[in-house]
């Protein structure tokens, strides 16, 4: 089951982060409100929320091979493509969001409801 957000007039692109920014395999948290994460992997950027759906823990700490991401907590792994589960104890897809890249710049297109990450908070997140 793949949960991506649904591209509506709500939706918007904001800026995430810089490509410098993100190390290979590793997850990069956004501060934005519900968080996200942004992981390179593969020589591909992906973009998910930054919460697993077993148990509200971080992704972006999480352990990052081959397009997948396990949670340090209980060991739950998602696709970072689908945001499909790929082993429990999670059962619920985590929640994935298109991503471009501009002139160095991650931007992730957030629907409604995300609000963007503030300037000044530790936090990674361009305004």
Not at 64 to 84: I, Q, W, Y
């Amino acid at each position: 089951m793949t949960v991506e957000s649904p591209v509506t007039t709500d939706a918007r692109w904001v800026p995430a982060c810089t490509v410098a920014d993100l190390a290979e395999d590793e997850g990069l948290r956004i501060g934005t409100t519900p968080p996200i994460a942004v992981f390179l992997t593969d020589d591909q950027i992906f973009c998910v929320d930054d919460t697993c759906t077993h148990e509200t823990f971080p992704l972006s700490e999480g352990w990052v091979e081959n397009c997948v991401v396990e949670c340090t907590l209980h060991s739950a792994k998602f696709d970072l493509r689908t945001g499909a589960v790929l082993s429990p104890p999670a059962s619920r897809a985590v929640r994935t969001h298109p991503v471009r890249v501009e002139d160095g710049t991650v931007f992730v297109q957030l629907p409604g409801g995300y609000a963007p990450a503030v300037e000044g908070q530790e936090h990674h997140g361009l305004s």
